[in-house]
Nanobody, 115 residues
Framework: QVRLVESGGGLVQAGGSLRLSCAAS????????MGWYRQAPGKQRELLAH???????NYADSVKGRFTISRDNAKNTVYLQMNSLKPEDTAVYYC?????????WGQGTQVTVSS
């Protein structure tokens, strides 16, 4: 089993920045890929970024150039640095871990961007 705990969400003005953290615990060695998703009210969950164990990253077009995913393997933590935030970035942000046998999700953290 893998447990994921997100933190760092909150209320920020448009143009501001936030850094989300996702701390992983449990059977860490099984994780191949970690990612950040978000879900706004009335919308489907959206993939934002992925990072492999080797640090290879991939971004959705909607956040490319504004968001940066990174990881600290020593701390078993993945980060999402979010800059130039817009009101349409308002959503619950989720961390996800992929292993060969299962996908794991955190509980989510709310990000609200005011105009």
């Amino acid at each position: 089993q893998v447990r994921l705990v997100e933190s760092g969400g909150g209320l920020v003005q448009a143009g501001g920045s936030l850094r989300l953290s996702c701390a992983a615990s449990g059977i860490i060695f099984s994780i191949r890929l970690m990612g950040w998703y978000r879900q706004a009210p009335g919308k489907q969950r959206e993939l934002l970024a992925h990072i492999t164990r080797d640090g290879i990253t991939n971004y959705a077009d909607s956040v490319k150039g504004r968001f940066t995913i990174s990881r600290d393997n020593a701390k078993n933590t993945v980060y999402l640095q979010m800059n130039s935030l817009k009101p349409e970035d308002t959503a619950v942000y989720y961390c996800e871990a992929t292993s060969p046998s299962a996908n794991y999700w955190g509980q989510g953290t709310q990000v609200t961007v005011s105009s």
